[in-house]
């Protein structure tokens, strides 16, 4: 045991005791329930957490994998890591505990039928059964209603599902206790009514302040917002008079007043229990201004090894000393995204559901450390093991101890395309990683397939402790239409390593490490590009498509919107824009002028889709319209009708049919116009079931003496996927 080390009170501290001993005897449980990581109701989270002390939960049933991504290039599973821990920031602002489903994001669909075709509706409920149960909710929120005005079909679902689990979470017949958990039964069920006011049988002022925290629960709640930076949810802190509203839809407790007559939701529930030993050792620990450390001497161990991990107990007061011990945490397993341990199963992950929040599974795996109080019988404290350093410009970083493996070996890409039969001359770059204490000598083999050749078919690299070393290899020759893979081992003594972790590192949310195998698949593509272009590339949001462009034996250069009106753009074959880039970068709007020029004097501009911006007055060089909601094609398999099979962007110089469209993911068309001006033509017409046609996959206009091509085909996801026909009709836009 330790005993607690005596420092100066910090102010901190009086803000700690003051809410812990606020929350000791109260015992009310919310669960609010939404479909994507930012649909959560912030300002009611905060309000409940913070403000009514009730221990709150926001379940959401994906990690948001489908969406777009502002702060960097991560898409699908990457990006949901991303959101994830953007949640879990959020919840640490705003005081309340974050569940999920296995759902996967598979991008945006129109319906709940829809989205019931991707996730099986008993798998879902179940795992919203098995959180009800684990978390014992007497109330649940649903921030949907479960109808189409929701929109998003996803959204609908989570609106659906949430009436069911509140009916359903106590039967056993269905949903059995040896796999489901001891029923529970809710005792009331509201709908979230801020977007239609009318609606709404209570209201709650959200905007109140609290004189412990210093701020309004709105306020918080904007903090809390304002963690989704890789949706652009920077919000501004509200103060005043802030209402919320629900709709009272079901009651178990008090059926007998009439919904419009609550004077709150916690009515006719019982909000108080008796104080548990819990309780007590929160107020002991906050009241002694109790802190534990626990830092190692390195950032990760290696799988199999043990690194040294140091404990320190703190105290307020007035006499300096610590207490101090040392002990070793060895490397078991590799530190990761657990529910991506297993690949997903269709669009659900494959990890086994179960009702701990994943705030409490990042506690799993902290330090116990026992500390004395005086008066009282020890309290154990748990405590992340930390490495910290200092950054010169951010200051002290913390970061938690992880387990990787003692040589991680990555690609920078695990997906390239390639032109089938042509020369291929390729660098591939291998990121080496020690987690070692030591210097290791290693051998770096690379394998490829038939048809190419390496520079060196091995290496040998001497990685420093815990060093981070960079590793090239060329390889040369042709390979024939289809998949082809070049693989990396790593062969350290005994030890054969062929997976790596790729770093997720932002500043806002705690780092993660993805881990795939070091292999590159390499698509061979039966495409013509054109000779001696030079394209210039303006990147956009969550945009990986230069790189796949440069795959295709392009010369592709980046272009900085602020560089334009200096820029000698008449140099560029083609500009292309990269998707939702004006809505990112005010300044390529200001300087958007400038590409009109370039067009007009015989420049040849595709822009990729954008969203309302795209309406604004002189970005496009004709106006068009979007619907509200935008149209867009959701379905991947939908059928693609070409109208006009001899339009020079989908004749020349590549032939593009029907097979061009076979094999695509996640949608077809996004943001599409619903109507256009007439100086625009276009080549194909698609719909999802049952509405109208659309024909505005691919606008392209004569603009001057040059051409402006305006594309709402999903051709941002299908390039770095490497799907063939997406290369084949990108490679005709250019020139």
Do not use: C
Not at 279 to 308: H, I, K, M, Q, T
């Amino acid at each position: 045991m330790l005993m607690p080390r005596f420092l100066n009170a910090q102010g901190r501290g009086i803000v700690a005791l003051a809410e812990a001993k606020a929350a000791a005897g109260v015992h009310t449980r919310v669960l609010v329930i939404g479909a994507h990581p930012d649909d959560e109701d912030t300002q009611l989270i905060a309000w409940l957490a913070r403000g009514h002390r009730a221990e709150t939960a926001y379940l959401s049933l994906t990690r948001g994998d489908g969406g777009q991504n502002l702060i960097g290039n991560e898409l699908g599973e990457a990006l949901g890591v991303i959101r994830t821990e953007e949640l879990l920031a959020a919840r640490r602002i705003d005081g309340a505990h974050q569940y999920f489903t296995r759902a996967y994001d598979f991008g945006f669909s129109k319906t709940a039928a829809e989205s019931f075709s991707h996730w099986p509706r008993d798998s879902v409920l179940g795992d919203m059964i098995k959180v009800v149960r684990g978390f014992r909710p007497q109330i649940i929120v649903s921030v949907f209603s479960g109808t189409p005005r929701d929109g998003h079909g996803q959204h609908q679902v989570a609106g659906i599902l949430s009436r069911e689990v509140y009916d359903a979470a106590a039967d056993t017949v269905r949903f059995p206790v040896s796999k489901f958990g001891k029923p529970w039964t809710v005792s009331k069920f509201y709908r979230g009514a801020r977007f239609s006011r009318e609606d709404g049988t209570i209201s709650m002022n959200v905007g109140e302040y609290d004189p412990i925290l210093g701020l309004t629960y709105a306020e918080i709640a904007a903090e809390s917002r304002s963690q989704h930076k890789s949706q652009g949810f920077g919000s501004s802190a509200r103060k005043g008079v802030v209402m919320d509203y629900l709709r009272r839809e079901a009651t178990r407790v008090n059926a007998a007043t009439p919904a419009q007559s609550e004077r709150s939701i916690f009515e006719g529930l019982d909000t108080t229990h008796d104080v548990t030993q819990a309780d007590r050792d929160r107020v002991a620990l906050a009241d002694a201004g109790v802190d534990v450390e626990a830092v190692a001497e390195r950032p990760r161990v290696a799988l199999g090894d043990s690194v040294a991990v140091h404990i320190a107990v703190y105290r307020s007061g007035t006499v300096d000393s610590s207490a101090l011990r040392t002990v070793y945490i060895h490397g078991e397993r590799l530190t990761q995204p657990y529910w991506l341990v297993r690949p997903r199963v269709g669009d659900l992950f494959a990890s086994a559901s179960d009702s701990i929040s994943d705030d409490a599974r990042e506690r799993d795996g902290w330090v116990p450390v026992t500390v004395n109080l005086p008066g009282q019988a020890p309290v154990v404290v748990r405590t992340p093991a930390i490495y910290r350093y200092a950054d010169p410009v951010r200051g002290e970083i913390e970061e938690p101890l992880a387990t990787a493996p003692g040589v991680s070996v990555t690609f920078d890409r695990d997906v390239e395309l390639a032109r089938a039969g042509a020369p291929l001359d390729r660098t591939f770059q291998l990121t080496l990683r020690s987690s070692w204490p030591i210097a290791h000598r290693l051998q770096v083999r690379l394998e490829v397939p038939n048809g190419m050749q390496a520079d060196s078919s091995q290496r040998t690299v001497t990685l420093g402790a815990g060093e981070t070393r960079i590793v090239t290899f060329r390889a040369t020759g042709r390979v024939a239409a289809g998949t082809h893979a070049v693989r990396a081992v790593v062969v350290d003594g005994m030890q054969r390593d062929s997976i790596g972790f790729i770093p997720i590192d932002y500043s806002h949310i705690t780092p993660q490490r993805m881990y795939r195998k070091a292999e590159v698949s390499i698509q061979a593509v039966n495409v013509i590009v054109p000779a001696h272009a030079l394209i210039g590339y303006v990147q956009g949001v969550g945009d990986n498509v230069a790189d796949a462009l440069r795959d295709l034996g392009l010369n592709v250069q980046r272009l900085n919107p602020a560089a334009l009106p200096t820029a000698d753009l008449s140099r560029f074959s083609t500009i292309v824009v990269g998707p939702r880039a004006y809505q990112a970068n005010q300044l390529l709007i200001d300087n958007n002028s400038y590409l009109m020029n370039y067009v007009r004097r015989g420049g040849n501009l595709v822009v990729q889709y954008g969203q309302n911006e795209m309406q604004q007055a002189g970005v496009m060089p004709y106006p068009i319209k979007l619907a509200r909601p935008a149209a867009r094609v959701t379905d991947e398999n939908a059928p693609v009708t070409i109208i006009e099979p001899r339009s020079a962007l989908l004749d020349t110089p590549n032939r593009i049919t029907s097979a061009d469209f076979a094999g695509w993911v996640q949608e077809r068309a996004t943001y599409m116009p619903s109507t256009f001006d007439p100086h625009y033509s276009t080549a194909l017409r698609m719909n999802d079931p049952d509405e109208e046609p659309n024909s505005a996959g691919l606008l392209t206009a004569q603009v001057g003496k040059g051409r402006y091509t305006y594309v709402t085909l999903a051709l941002f996801r299908q390039l770095p996927a490497a799907v063939p026909g997406g290369a084949r009709i990108f490679a005709n836009l250019l020139r």
